[in-house]
């Protein structure tokens, strides 16, 4: 199921960047009086920012302050790296509106520091200030030493620790690591339940609870990194607010670094250039068993690239993981066509892409080759008619029963179609089904109309918004976790194989599959293979997706969906939008507001909550919607 709002894990705000009233270089010992007025930037959802620049060595530690008589104050801070941490109200001052942030630079560069309030359209004035815990930095504080394999820490959860989203302490630990280092990492408590956490360049992450092998709460992580790079060590607990001593010890394993032979992980890839490897037996794996390689290379956003891999002994398939841990997924170039992948995209976010060389099946071995272009700049698309929108719209709030209702995905149906309503694009015979009305007959039986309807010069859409749930089937091709996924219809589920059997009677132009739900990623494999059809999902195949409470909406891709369509997609402003835009433009919000949002597997092991844009073969450039031109 999706995690309900009280469990939710408050959303990231988003980062903006344009000129504003407050904005200006941050350093230690700073105060400054400042206002959030009117005039000043105004989010989507509808919070005013002021936006500062602080600059911090790897290991510095800065404590910044944000005190308002005026309104309830909220602050967040962004990069270098894998900095993203956000309070509300002073852990340390119980009752006060007030916010206090911790941050620790795991590398050198610039943040962003964002004054804002918890409220939508707050206005007044405020004082922040910025201190340094320790002021002989950029020696790193007691408890952000680098961290060094072979090393053991002995350190503190306690009030006045910097905090995750969810509440709890945490001591972060950065350290330079190499492809292929292996480390063993164990973090012991008897005042605690311990959580270690690392997290590294392109989005990498592990993380481990209980150490199962000892029966133990204690955490025990043996991690193979994959990229040469800032790494940092998070010693957490797994309930939010504890506190307490605790003992970390970081060691080397007897494993050997792997040769840097063509495939290994941390190879680069450079513009032109084309690589040669095997998948075999010995390779890293995805979860569901399929042999792996990865290479590395350096985007800027809006960068157009063309990915491709082409093999005559196995079905290759392609994933491109972001800088923020994003991914865009390709099996087939074309319909039917089992020797060659190919990504072409719009890069959304700047900094260090991976590109995973994988099979469609697990356990499948052979060569390759792999190669990575430049891409065609997009050209500005005139005279494209406002095409009909064919769109199925389904949002259940009210659930039989009380236990299993969700906040604003209703409204998420609702909000879709007025949007479209608007725009002047939408189909007349569209349906919406809401709560009771979502029942399976009438799922598909408006399904089977609409896709009757729609035409080859036609954009066909099935939205949904709600619960979203696995089913245990046979491992195959297409479930290779031995899982089916559901969307949760208010009289029962629907599952991705029937899902894949409905979009085989659409032939529109494109046809767009768009869920908001716990493991909808799991519906890619069935549905985006079948030619023309565009998959957008709101989180992985094994994972759950949050409520998009500080957007009043059931989920954040409902909400990425509406604005984008509503026009923020159209990137060079031609008024038309794009399959390529679409895709870019959810990875990129999903990168900036959702960044660090919560998210567990069915066995609730934690992780977090990204994406899942699956183009299949349509084209990058193929016309989803056409906006009026003003």
């Given amino acids: 199921m999706r995690v309900l709002a009280g469990l939710a894990i408050l959303c990231a705000l988003a980062l903006a960047a344009c000129n504003q009233s407050g904005s200006g270089q941050l350093q230690a010992g700073a105060h400054i009086t400042g206002s959030l007025d009117a005039s000043d930037t105004v989010k989507q ?42 309070n509300d109200d002073d852990p340390t001052a119980q009752g006060s509106h007030n916010a206090r942030l911790v941050v620790t630079f795991p590398q050198t560069g ?13 206005t007044g004035a405020y004082q922040l200030t910025v201190e340094q815990p320790n002021t002989a930095a950029p020696t790193p504080a007691a408890n952000t030493a680098p961290a060094v394999a072979g090393r053991s820490i002995d350190g503190e959860l306690a009030q006045g620790d910097a905090q995750l989203n969810t509440g709890e302490f945490v001591d972060s630990y950065p350290f330079d690591g190499v492809a292929g280092q292996q480390i063993d990492i164990r973090l012991s408590s008897t005042e605690f339940d311990p959580y270690v956490d690392i997290t590294g360049p392109n989005g990498f992450e592990q993380a481990n609870d209980d150490d199962v ?37 970081i060691n080397p394993t007897t494993q050997a670094t792997p040769s840097a032979s063509a495939g290994a992980s941390g190879d680069m890839l450079a513009l032109g250039q084309t690589m040669s490897g095997t998948l075999e037996r010995g390779d890293s794996t995805l979860r569901s068993g399929e042999y792996v390689d990865t290479y590395h290379f350096s985007g800027e956003a809006g960068q157009r690239v063309v990915i491709q891999m082409h093999s005559d002994a196995i079905d290759p398939y392609l994933i491109l993981v972001a800088p923020s841990g994003a991914q865009e997924d390709n099996d087939d170039a074309t319909p039917g066509d089992t020797h060659n992948s190919r990504i072409e995209t719009s890069l959304g976010e700047s900094g260090e892409y991976s590109v995973v060389a994988t099979s469609y099946q697990r356990g499948e071995a052979g060569a390759y080759t792999l190669n990575l272009q430049q891409g065609a700049a997009a050209t500005p698309i005139t005279g494209v008619s406002a095409h009909r929108i064919f769109a199925v719209m389904v949002g259940i709030s009210d659930y039989p029963g009380t236990e299993n209702d969700l906040p604003f995905t209703a409204e998420d149906a609702r909000k879709l179609h007025d949007t479209l309503a608007r725009l002047g694009v939408l189909d ?29 010069g036609d954009t066909f859409m099935f939205f949904y918004s709600g619960h979203g749930g696995q089913e245990p089937t046979q491992v195959s091709a297409t479930e290779p976790d031995g899982k089916n996924e559901t969307i949760e219809l208010y009289d029962g589920p629907m599952i991705d194989d029937e899902m894949g059997q409905l979009f085989d009677q659409v032939h529109a132009r494109t046809a767009l599959l768009i869920l908001d739900s716990c ?9 985006v293979s079948h030619p023309g059809v565009m998959g957008l999902f709101s989180s992985e195949e094994d994972l759950t997706s949050a409520v998009a409470d500080k957007f009043q909406a059931g989920g954040y891709l409902s909400h990425f969906i509406q604005t984008g369509l509503s026009g923020e997609a159209d990137e060079n402003h031609d008024h038309v939008i794009t399959a390529g835009e679409l895709s870019a433009y959810v990875r990129r919000e999903f990168a900036e507001e959702v960044r660090n949002v919560g998210s567990v597997n069915s066995e609730g092991e934690r992780n977090y909550q990204f994406p899942v844009v699956d183009r299949g073969a349509v084209d990058i450039d193929q016309p989803v919607l056409a906006l009026a031109s003003n």
């Fill in 519 to 527: 493991f909808s990623g799991g519906f890619a494999r069935d549905v």
């Fill in 213 to 249: 092998d000892a029966n133990s709460k204690n955490s025990h992580l043996i991690v193979t990194l994959p990229a040469t790079g800032a790494y940092a060590i998070h010693a957490t607990s797994y309930t939010s607010g504890e506190t307490g001593h605790y003992h970390l010890a």
């Fill in 45 to 86: 959802s509808g919070e005013i920012i002021d936006r500062y620049t602080l600059h911090g060595e790897r290991g510095q530690q800065f404590i910044i302050r944000l005190n308002s008589d005026a309104f309830d104050a909220y602050l967040y801070a962004r990069g270098p790296g894998t900095l993203s941490v956000d």
């Fill in 428 to 456: 007349q015979n569209s349906v919406t089904l809401t709560d009771a009305q979502a029942t399976r007959a009438n799922v598909r039986a408006a399904f089977l109309r609409l896709a009757a309807l729609a035409g080859p």
């Fill in 110 to 122: 610039d943040a962003h520091i964002y004054v804002t309030s918890y409220q939508r359209n707050a």
